[in-house]
């Protein structure tokens, strides 16, 4: 049997709208997982083109896109997150057995794993299996320099005035990608649709605090824009009004269209309904009562009339 297997997969969520391709390299001799590289986008281009390439091309392209911090490192760290939990969790030759003789059931296994992460998350995955006797990790030594990204990898840290008390989270937003509105666009006072980001360590409290799980699918919160702002990577930064005692800081690195709350909900109060109805109804009595009145005042001055008139011829 080789040495090592290699899985080559890619994943994908609708709900979070973002594109993951993955590799992941285990010994099987020395019953450990050796590596486990992942980079998501929200664009499909490399996830549309990496089931039809090589895992060493695929690999080489990781490297390269992770280097040139063209990944979402969040979604990239749950993901990994989730594979790691079960190569943890599970004995790693069980796991090269299920591979070699009941690969759907590994996937199955694997794809639990990793939407546990986004609690309750939406992925969809699919995975190549190779096996090789020996790895030649030539990627490693391939990566082209882009003078560029260099530029790019000053951080710049961003903070908010939020009042005392108020807690703040980190959060993600809810795509529209046909009618949603393009985050460049965004002003304060816009209502838009958040989720909570899944990386944080009291994501599962504040989904139950937002009752944000209904029949185990993620649902959207809606938040008032409160300031928008660019950092130094040109990544948009906005701060949102949750509720009175919740903020969430909401960092997106592309242009994505965001789902708006456009909904407008009309209340009634029956109470003043009711009255209204109450008033209306002695209204009408009323005008009622006061015309029968004219109609038999004008019958007495009529009949008086007519008296007075036979009264001149007898």
């Known amino acids: 049997m080789s040495r090592f297997v290699i899985l080559k997969g890619r994943t994908r969520s609708e709900n979070m709208n973002f594109y993951g391709v993955f590799i992941i390299v285990i010994d099987s001799e020395l019953k450990i997982m050796e590596k486990c590289d992942v980079i998501v986008s929200r664009i499909p281009t490399f996830y549309n083109s990496s089931i039809s390439r090589s895992w060493q091309e695929v690999y080489k392209e990781i490297l390269q896109l992770s280097f040139e911090g063209k990944n979402n490192v969040t979604y990239s760290k749950s993901i990994v997150a989730g594979i790691e939990k079960l190569f943890m969790n ?41 096996f090789e006797d020996s790895l030649e990790m030539q990627a490693q030594s391939t990566i082209t320099i882009n003078p560029e990204s260099l530029l790019q990898t000053a951080e710049e840290t961003v903070d908010f005035d939020i009042p005392p008390g108020v807690n703040l989270i980190p959060i993600k937003p809810a795509l529209a990608p046909v009618s949603g509105k393009p985050i460049y666009e965004i002003v304060p006072q816009d209502l838009i649709y958040v989720y909570i980001d899944p990386s944080f360590d009291r994501y599962k409290d504040y989904i139950n605090y937002f009752n944000a799980l209904v029949d185990d699918k993620l649902v959207p919160i809606k938040g008032e824009v409160l300031e928008v702002r660019i950092d130094l990577n040109n990544n948009y930064i906005l701060l949102i009004k949750l509720d009175e005692n919740t903020y969430g800081k909401l960092i997106e ?10 909904e407008q909900v009309m209340t009634f109060d029956a109470a003043k309904i009711q ?26 001055v009529g009949f008086l009339f007519i008296v007075f008139i036979l009264s001149l011829f007898l």
């Open 90 to 130: 599970e004995d790693v030759s069980y796991l090269v057995d299920l591979i070699s003789n009941d690969f759907e059931k590994f996937q199955t296994l694997l794809l639990e794993n990793i939407n546990r992460t986004f609690g309750n998350g939406d992925c969809k995955a699919e995975i190549i299996k190779y």
């Open 253 to 262: 690195e592309e242009k994505v269209k965001v789902k708006m709350y456009t």
């Open 275 to 300: 009255a209204k109805s109450e008033t209306t109804k002695k209204q009408k009595k009323a005008s009622k009562a006061q015309t029968s009145l004219i109609y038999i005042l004008l019958g007495i």
